[in-house]
């Protein structure tokens, strides 16, 4: 089962999440726990929270990766 929240990227426009679309992304979490790299373009998710960020694709994995997500 996939817990992340669906992709904000149209799967039709060619982009591809992490390849340069986003300057900055969010840290997302939701009542479960789980934990979701966001593009701070974005609309958060229905359900999810921002904890982090906004901040570098890199800054936000390791503050994911730091708080166990």
Known sequence: MN???????DP???A???AGHAAAYLVL???EGAV??????AVV????RPV???????GCLAHAESAGG
């Open 3 to 9: 817990d992340s929240p669906a992709s904000p990227f």
């Open 45 to 48: 998710p229905s359900g999810w």
């Open 16 to 18: 591809v999440p992490g």
């Open 52 to 58: 982090h960020g906004p901040d570098s694709h890199a």
């Open 12 to 14: 039709d426009d060619g």
């Open 36 to 41: 979701s790299l966001w593009p701070d373009f």
């Open 29 to 31: 979490v939701n009542g």
